[in-house]
T-cell receptor
Framework: DAKTTQPTSMDCAEGRAANLPCNHS???????VYWYRQIHSQGPQYIIH???NNETNEMASLIITEDRKSSTLILPHATLRDTAVYYC????????????FGKGTRLSVIA | GAVVSQHPSWVICKSGTSVKIECRSL??????MFWYRQFPKQSLMLMAT?????????EQGVEKDKFLINHASLTLSTLTVTSAHPEDSSFYIC??????????????FGDGTRLSIL
């Protein structure tokens, strides 16, 4: 079973920041927080991941609370192409451990 | 960056036939690959873990004789849906991680194979 809780859906105006929350209150010390997104009829696309420090890359920023029980993915300037289902996943950083997907958040970016 | 490729991207076939789906790691070697299935409006469900040179590990409820997995090389895993029926119609996705990028790298996914059984 997925160890994360996310809102079912969210809307965001084009050009504004999209803030997607995720609760993972039972996260273990060796588990990372991963974010993926899936655009319709495509495979999941990796966005970002982190352990305890905030992370930023060319796609997004990841803010992890100090107790690591929740995190927020931030898309700084959402575009229509960011409309997708966003999955927050916690998992040990091991190549032999599969990712377990929850239901994710369906983000709709509106013009 | 790491790239995972699937083939075919889309297949339609008659009930009772067998269908083979390929998953390749294009620029890295993967001793482990994962196969997922996704039904419409649902999330990805892990089917099995494909291990190079050994038997695959199947999740509970997934029939190993129905979904044959072969991981014969470090860059290729195949999933064969045997005697496919309409209820096997789904979106099949594979993933792998590039161990050469270090211990802190994510899984990468293929673009999926949409299987439709008539």
């Amino acid at each position: 079973d997925a160890k994360t809780t996310q809102p079912t859906s969210m809307d965001c105006a084009e050009g504004r920041a999209a803030n997607l929350p995720c609760n993972h209150s039972t996260i273990s010390g060796n588990e990372y927080v991963y974010w993926y997104r899936q655009i319709h009829s495509q495979g999941p696309q990796y966005i970002i991941h982190g352990l305890k420090n905030n992370e930023t890359n060319e796609m997004a920023s990841l803010i992890i609370t100090e107790d690591r029980k929740s995190s927020t993915l931030i898309l700084p300037h959402a575009t229509l192409r960011d409309t997708a289902v966003y999955y927050c996943i916690v998992s040990p950083n091991s190549g032999n451990t599969p990712l377990v997907f929850g239901k994710g958040t369906r983000l709709s970016v509106i013009a | 960056g790491a790239v995972v490729s699937q083939h075919p991207s889309w297949v339609i076939c008659k009930s009772g036939t067998s269908v083979k789906i390929e998953c390749r790691s294009l620029d890295f070697q993967a001793t482990t690959m994962f196969w997922y299935r996704q039904f419409p409006k649902q999330s990805l469900m892990l089917m099995a873990t494909s291990n190079e040179g050994s038997k695959a590990t199947y999740e509970q409820g997934v029939e190993k004789d129905k979904f044959l997995i072969n991981h014969a090389s470090l860059t290729l895993s195949t999933l064969t849906v045997t005697s496919a029926h309409p209820e096997d119609s789904s979106f099949y996705i594979c993933s792998a991680r590039d161990p050469g990028q270090g211990p802190n790298q994510p899984q990468h996914f293929g673009d999926g194979t949409r299987l439709s059984i008539l």
